[in-house]
């Protein structure tokens, strides 16, 4: 896995880079101070991972994502600001995290970034024979079978979804609340896990769409919807909280 650091701090490029050197599957290509200067050698390199820094001059981290559309490596921010935490998730961020960064942390990190290249991997070698149902990154949307119907949904519009015994309950941006015949484990499997994440054992979210966080609440469009005891320690890790 090749990756760059992007930190105006050189101690804290100094971390990172001894964190990725400890780790054997993690190329360190380039150590950047600007971000800026880290532009063509994205364009001009194979880089897989992204380690960046949000609070930097010239352009900040999220400015600087937003300027990689059509090479844009998958991402994790390193920051000592939690506050753009969900501003990261926007961005599909695969990850967090909030200095200082504890090493397990970092571990756990990379191992979604893992998955997600594998994911990324699977899908550039499809084939036109790939199970139907199944949903491919580049893939915007999904099609779920609601009584008689398929019904197409853009996973951007999702909010959240519901658990009610043996259906779910999906709430969109777009559309009424549409009821599946489908457990929990299956539609999850179908949805991008650098955005949505199990916060309680009848909940899934839509990070990007958490307008408050509360003790054990989080709230979107005005819905409160519980954290639970199991689920809280991983979201609040999951956000940077």
Do not use: W
Request: with cysteine; proline share 5%.
């Amino acid at each position: 896995m090749n990756c760059i650091i992007i930190d105006d701090e050189p101690m804290a490029i100094k971390v990172i880079e001894s964190y990725c050197e400890s780790i054997d599957s993690i190329v360190v290509l380039g150590t950047f101070t600007n971000a800026l200067e880290a532009i063509d050698f994205i364009k001009n390199h194979s880089v897989d991972l992204i380690l960046l820094d949000i609070e930097m001059p010239h352009i900040n981290g999220i400015d600087f994502m937003k300027t990689l559309e059509d090479t844009k490596p998958v991402f994790i921010f390193t920051t000592a600001y939690p506050q753009y935490a969900l501003e990261g998730f926007e961005l599909n961020a695969i990850d967090y995290l909030v200095k200082p960064i504890p090493f397990p942390r970092f571990i756990k990190a990379i191992q979604r970034v893992k998955q997600q290249l594998k994911f990324i991997e699977l899908n550039n070698n499809k084939n036109s024979e790939d199970s139907p149902g199944k949903v491919q990154l580049e893939d915007d949307f999904v099609f779920i079978k609601s009584e008689f119907d398929n019904v197409k949904i853009l996973i951007n519009d999702i909010k959240y979804v519901q658990g009610l015994k043996d259906y779910l309950k999906i709430f969109t941006q777009t559309t009424s609340p549409i009821l599946t015949l489908m457990n929990f484990k299956d539609f999850q499997a179908k949805l991008p896990g650098n955005l949505f994440m199990r916060i309680h054992r009848s909940y899934i979210v839509n990070i990007s769409k958490i307008d408050l966080i509360q003790r054990n609440k989080v709230i979107i469009d005005g819905e409160r919807i519980p954290i639970g005891e199991n689920h809280k320690e991983a979201f609040f890790e999951r956000i940077g909280i």
